[in-house]
T-cell receptor, first 118, second 113 residues
Framework: ETGVTQTPRHLVMGMTNKKSLKCEQH?????MYWYKQSAKKPLELMFV???????ENNSVPSRFSPECPNSSHLFLHLHTLQPEDSALYLC?????????????????FGAGSRLTVL | DQQVKQNSPSLSVQEGRISILNCDYT??????FLWYKKYPAEGPTFLIS?????DKNEDGRFTVFLNKSAKHLSLHIVPSQPGDSAVYFC????????????FGPGTRLSVLP
């Protein structure tokens, strides 16, 4: 396995369910991200982890709960979601945590998990 | 209010011709810009970037132009190939944004054979 792998690729859940999205990167990167892409909207940053520590929470509702047990794995735990949470959830990783002298860090994305909340 | 705009949701170009994808931004603090390409059922992949200290960056068939005064950048693909058909996202970042890349809504490019 190479790159960034996300599972499941598709998920349908009811509003009272609890489910989790999983992301794994095999690139040796130190930073991992969750992005949300709703229909006809730009990608929105949700969370950032550097070396397993959360460094950004972009005002995400508490019904989304991230977990980063190590630099290679990232989870997004979902509970009591709303239908408007239906979207494509993209995981990404990057080499470094900061911008550095070379400028912004290039993100490597997974294929995404398409979530439908009924 | 969107800080990064891609006003053309879609674009069709004949194979062999030039494709020009446009992106406008509102935040003058943005100093680094990236283009990503996304095929269906795949995640976005990095294509090319440009720092605000430059006005042009070229990589093979892909060239990005930056006009800071107009807060505008464009991606030129020449010659366009059918395999270039994808959604193209413009993204921007700033020193005071930490690791937050602000993405545009994307432009769907169709290259017709």
């Amino acid at each position: 396995e190479t790159g960034v792998t996300q599972t499941p690729r598709h998920l349908v859940m009811g509003m009272t369910n609890k489910k989790s999205l999983k992301c794994e990167q095999h690139l040796g990167h130190n930073a991992m991200y969750w992005y949300k892409q709703s229909a006809k909207k730009p990608l929105e940053l949700m969370f950032v982890y550097n070396f397993k520590e959360q460094t950004e929470n972009n005002s995400v509702p508490s019904r989304f709960s991230p977990e980063c047990p190590n630099s290679s794995h990232l989870f997004l735990h979902l509970h009591t979601l709303q239908p408007e949470d239906s979207a494509l959830y993209l995981c990404a990783s990057s080499q470094d945590s900061g911008r550095g002298a070379s400028g912004a860090n290039v993100l490597t994305f997974g294929a995404g998990s398409r979530l439908t909340v009924l | 209010d969107q800080q990064v705009k891609q006003n053309s949701p879609s674009l069709s170009v004949q194979e062999g011709r030039i494709s020009i994808l446009n992106c406008d931004y509102t935040n003058s603090m943005f100093d680094y810009f990236l283009w990503y390409k996304k095929y269906p059922a795949e995640g976005p992949t990095f294509l090319i970037s440009i720092s605000s200290i430059k006005d042009k960056n070229e990589d093979g068939r892909f060239t990005v132009f930056l006009n800071k005064s107009a807060k505008h950048l464009s991606l030129h693909i020449v010659p366009s190939q059918p395999g270039d058909s994808a959604v193209y996202f413009c993204a921007a970042s700033a020193n005071n944004y930490g690791q937050n890349f602000v993405f545009g809504p994307g432009t769907r490019l169709s290259v017709l054979p």
